[in-house]
């Protein structure tokens, strides 16, 4: 006698974006969810703060010029809480300086990329804090 079993499709990541320009977030949306992501956005870093608390996240993308908090500020946050401390964080700005990335990186983002943006760049920073798209084969 056999066993089979049938394979349980997992969930989709889950993933924030976090941006003041509904553009970029609309740009991300769609990228992401190509790459078969549930999106949930958030036009402020005081929204993003109250998601990123408030729901089960996989990863997050957020900007560092926005509303209320900054994207650096809501990431200084979330790596002071235990609920969220491992969520991995793309930054994804218009700040590029070398000074700017060390800081990005210092308080605790996983990736920092620059706009503009392209596919290529986002898809691989977003294997570095999502490898089961790989496995997806997306």
């Not at 958030?42 to 509303?67: C, N, V």
């Amino acid at each position: 006698m056999s066993c089979y079993s049938t394979p349980v499709a997992a969930a989709a990541p889950r993933v924030l974006v976090a941006d003041d320009a509904r553009v970029m977030r609309m740009l991300l949306r769609t990228w992401l969810e190509r790459l078969g992501c549930t999106v949930l956005e958030a036009g402020s870093g005081t929204e993003a703060l109250a998601i990123a608390t408030r729901e089960p996240l996989d990863a997050a993308l957020f900007d560092i010029h926005m509303p209320g908090l900054t994207g650096l500020q809501v990431l200084e946050t979330l790596r002071g809480d235990a609920r969220t401390r491992g969520l991995p964080v793309v930054i994804i700005t218009t700040l590029g300086h070398a000074s700017d990335v060390e800081r990005g990186l210092k308080v605790g983002a996983t990736a920092y990329l620059t706009k503009p943006l392209g596919y290529g760049e986002f898809y691989r920073a977003l294997l570095v804090v999502l490898p089961e798209l790989a496995r997806r084969g997306r």
